[in-house]
């Protein structure tokens, strides 16, 4: 993480609209606890290309959790999920599985490993039909 007071900084100015900006203040500072815009604007910019940044090192290792949502009752589905967690190349660390309703699950898969192999596990996941959401947090750089 940078420090800000040694860092040089600079001024810019943004246009937005000003429903927006006020909806953003009213549910972003009383969620994080930031003093100001500018503190705001660094911190979302940061995570930003924190999480952008692996995507473009394969070598990296990373850590990553992967949660999807799915329904188990399409055909073939949970095996699917099964055999790409399986084929993954051992970058699972450990699951856990919920059962959000009579249909629907909700998956969360903890990863390590090399960002190429983490990326080629998620893209499997991608090709598999039927998932409804997936998510992915990049949680730590090993
Ligand atoms: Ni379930």
């Not at 900006?21 to 930003?48: G, P, T, V, W």
Request: with cysteine; hydrophobic share 35%.
């Amino acid at each position: 993480m940078q420090n800000d007071k040694h860092d040089k900084l600079t001024r810019f100015s943004i246009t937005i609209p000003e429903e927006l900006l006020s909806e953003f203040e009213e549910n972003y500072y009383s969620d994080h606890k930031r003093e100001n815009r500018s503190e705001a604007i660094r911190f979302l910019m940061r995570q930003y290309i924190s999480g952008e940044r692996w995507k473009s090192d394969d070598n990296k290792e990373v850590c990553a959790t992967v949660t999807i949502i799915y329904d188990h009752h399409l055909p073939g589905l949970s095996c699917k999920l099964t055999a790409a967690q399986h084929d993954s190349g051992g970058v699972i660390i450990c699951s856990t599985h919920v059962h959000l309703s009579h249909s629907s699950c909700l998956e969360c898969i903890i990863t390590k490993g090399l960002a190429r192999d983490i990326k080629k596990f998620i893209d499997a996941l991608k090709s598999i039909r039927g998932i409804k959401n997936l998510d992915i947090n990049i949680t730590a750089e090993v």
